[in-house]
């Protein structure tokens, strides 16, 4: 929990839903207009999220306020507050090029990496301050790790891909050690049974499904708290999805997960809540049963219904 923050009370969901009060453009009787139910695209989306609950913990893990990330002199995020809680998966989806990878890396300083790129606001994790500038991002980015979309494994054998973090953070007391953390996260990953037999051929040998499971078995491997994941299956084919899809749930119950997708019927089967951006603004986060059947905003339901974007 973090003392600078105004949203650490009980109910803070429900601030999360007065999104950017200040974004006049937007206004709450724009919302109001829109309180009807919108059942009917409901049955477009084959949503486990009826049966979640809004969130799954009122602990907040990572929070951001007034956060404004620029490329160079274009404003790509505009001031953004969210709250993203222990446990939950959170889905953020939106049209192309409204932010949402921009706005995940900002949330282990992945845009750090990028020269033009600058970010203002507060990212808290806990209540450590991760743009601290004596902050080891070495080890920020073990805590909240990260899935791109492109499976990306090291030129390497599978059991070095795995092993790499634990050697690199020094999480393994010897040998033994370093292999059952190689194998619980394979498990995890639910990869070890497709590659027990072959841990010392290449990664990059694997099919594109396996080696998306490879790469979460690597975030694993280091015992991080967040997981982000930026349209982790847009490159898979449907059953490596399901795959990949069915691991993000059961991770849920050990990781807080923030997945960017462009499939709304992906956000609808994986989160607890969703999260919609318009052109660097955060426009509605709710639950994600609300967002796809009664958006409290027109922006929303015109992206969900297919209107625009
Ligand atoms: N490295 C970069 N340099 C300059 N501008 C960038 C860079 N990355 C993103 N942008 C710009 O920032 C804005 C947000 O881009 P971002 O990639 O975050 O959007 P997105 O919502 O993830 O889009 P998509 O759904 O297509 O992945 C866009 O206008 C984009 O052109
Ligand atoms: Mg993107």
Same mark, same amino acid.
């Given at each position: 929990m973090t003392t600078v923050l105004s949203t650490d009370k009980p109910n803070s969901l429900e601030q999360d839903k007065a999104v950017n009060p200040e974004q006049t453009q937007f206004t709450s009787t724009e919302g109001e207009e829109h309180k009807q139910p919108a059942t009917s695209f409901v049955s477009q989306f084959d949503t486990q999220a009826a049966s979640k609950k809004e969130a799954k913990s009122n602990n907040v893990k990572l929070s951001t306020s007034d956060v404004h990330v620029y490329y160079g002199e274009s404003e790509a995020i505009k001031g953004i507050d969210l709250n993203i809680y222990e446990n939950e998966v959170i889905a953020f989806i939106g049209? $192309? *090029?409204?932010g949402k990878s921009t706005f995940l890396r900002t949330l282990n300083r992945m845009n750090d990496t990028i020269d033009s790129c600058r970010v203002t606001g507060k990212v808290m994790l806990d209540n450590q301050d991760i743009y601290d500038p004596n902050l080891d991002v070495v080890l920020l980015r073990a805590q909240v790790g990260m899935v791109f979309q492109k499976p990306n494994p090291f030129p390497k054998s599978i059991f070095e891909n795995v092993a790499y973090g634990p050697k690199l953070h020094g999480l393994a007391r010897d040998k033994y050690d370093l292999e059952e953390i190689v194998e619980n996260s394979l498990r995890k990953a639910g990869l070890w049974d497709e590659v027990k037999d072959r +841990?010392?051929? %290449? *990664? =990059? *040998? +694997? $099919?594109g499904g396996q080696q998306q499971r490879l790469c979460i078995a690597r975030t694993i491997a280091v015992s991080p708290e967040v997981i982000l994941m930026d349209e982790p299956c847009s490159a898979l084919d449907p059953i490596a999805t399901a795959k990949v899809e069915e691991l993000i749930s059961e991770l849920s119950t050990q990781y807080t997960i923030a997945i960017v997708t462009h499939s709304m019927q992906q956000a609808a089967r994986v989160s607890d809540r969703t999260a919609y951006f318009h052109l660097g603004d955060l426009i509605e986060v709710n639950s994600t049963e609300k967002v796809f =059947?009664? %958006?409290?905003h027109q922006l929303t339901e015109a992206y969900i219904t297919g209107r625009f974007g």
């Open positions: 049209p $192309s *090029g409204c +841990l010392s051929q %290449p *990664g =990059t *040998g +694997l $099919s =059947t009664q %958006p409290d």
